[in-house]
């Protein structure tokens, strides 16, 4: 599975984005999906997870009311809305793809895209 994030960009405290996840391969309706997020000069962080079919779904406690994930198998894509962006959510945001049940560990995860950058300036 490849993935190919994309939807980053620089916006102000209080505005929305959607990232989108792009997958190649038959085998993506299958995958438990994650977006993580890693800060300049910190760890990768998961914020969200869903199931393969979409009917779990996790967050980070402090993105939870704000963040959105989603996924559409029939476009083989995953999306991350994100409303009421705060400073501290500027990250490079990661997919990733997991063969096995949606989880919040990153070493689970088998397959992940290149990031895209959310920078929010307050």
């Known amino acids: 599975v490849q993935l190919q994030a994309s939807g980053g960009g620089l916006v102000q405290a209080g505005d929305t984005l959607r990232l989108s996840c792009a997958a190649s391969?038959?085998?993506?309706?299958?995958?438990?999906m994650a977006w993580f997020r890693q800060a300049p000069g910190k760890g990768r962080e998961f914020v969200s997870s869903?199931?393969?079919?979409?009917?779990?779904?996790n967050y980070k406690d402090s993105v939870k009311g704000r963040f959105t994930i989603s996924r559409d198998n029939a476009k083989n894509t995953v999306y991350l809305q994100m409303n009421s962006l705060k400073p501290e959510d500027t990250a490079v945001y990661l997919c990733a793809a997991n063969p096995g049940g949606p989880s919040h560990i990153a070493r689970t995860y088998n397959y992940w895209g290149q990031g895209t950058l959310v920078t929010v300036s307050s």
């Open positions: 869903i199931s393969w079919g979409g009917s779990t779904r």
């Open positions: 391969g038959r085998a993506f309706s299958t995958y438990a």
